[in-house]
């Protein structure tokens, strides 16, 4: 049974693995922004800018940050 540890109330992975799905969840979230991002400027703006940011940019800033943080730690 893998030991589950918390960092401020987020998942910490303790593995390889979990390290692994971390990565994959940064990824669609930089896919997703980047998508976003660049139908709302070149083909049709569906979103506010201010929801925009909250909902895309400031999520995927933050995933991105956690998981190089969790990598630097726990390479």
Not at 61 to 66: A, M, N, R
């Amino acid at each position: 049974m893998p030991k589950i540890l918390f960092f401020e109330g987020i998942f910490v992975p303790t593995n390889q693995e979990e390290l692994k799905t971390w990565r994959i969840a940064t990824l669609v979230m930089v896919t997703l922004a980047a998508a976003v991002f660049l139908v709302q400027r070149f083909v049709v703006q569906f979103f506010d800018v201010v929801f925009e940011i909250c909902i895309f940019y400031i999520p995927t800033f933050t995933i991105v940050g956690l998981w190089l943080y969790f990598r630097t730690r726990f390479n």
